[in-house]
């Protein structure tokens, strides 16, 4: 069982940066594929990043590519999600999710292919 705690959510301007963390429990941590999704208001949960066990290849979502980057430490059992550039469509609750399947697939960019999922963190961006 995986436990996953999101934080570092806010009220920011456009344009301006936030930095996600999601802080991990279990010893296999490095064993797990981690992503990112978010949920606007009225929409579905949608796909944002993944990181393999490594750290050494990154997906993103072309909505975010060039602005958001996912990274990890499995010393910390904590994956990261930095967010540039932020927009007012980036306004969402953003969830941690862990697969641990030990690889990633075509599976990685949909909510089905994660066992374990946080609680989430609002991110709100001002025009």
């Known amino acids: 069982q995986v436990q996953l705690v999101e934080s570092g959510g806010g009220l920011v301007q456009a344009g301006d940066s936030l930095r996600l963390s999601c802080a991990a429990s279990g010893r296999t941590f490095s064993q797990y594929i981690m992503g990112w999704f978010r949920q606007a208001p009225g929409k579905e949960r949608e796909f944002v990043a993944f990181?393999?066990?490594?750290?050494?290849?990154?997906y993103y979502a072309d909505s975010v590519k060039g602005r958001f980057t996912i990274s990890r430490d499995n010393a910390k059992n904590t994956v990261a999600l930095q967010m540039n550039v932020l927009k007012p469509e980036d306004t969402a609750v953003y969830y941690c999710?862990?697969?641990?399947?030990?690889?990633?697939?075509?599976?990685?960019?949909?909510?089905?292919?994660?066992?374990?999922w946080g609680q989430g963190t609002q991110v709100t961006v001002s025009a």
């Open positions: 999710a862990a697969d641990n399947k030990g690889y990633y697939s075509g599976s990685s960019v949909y909510e089905y292919g994660y066992d374990y």
């Open positions: 990181i393999n066990w490594s750290g050494k290849s990154t």
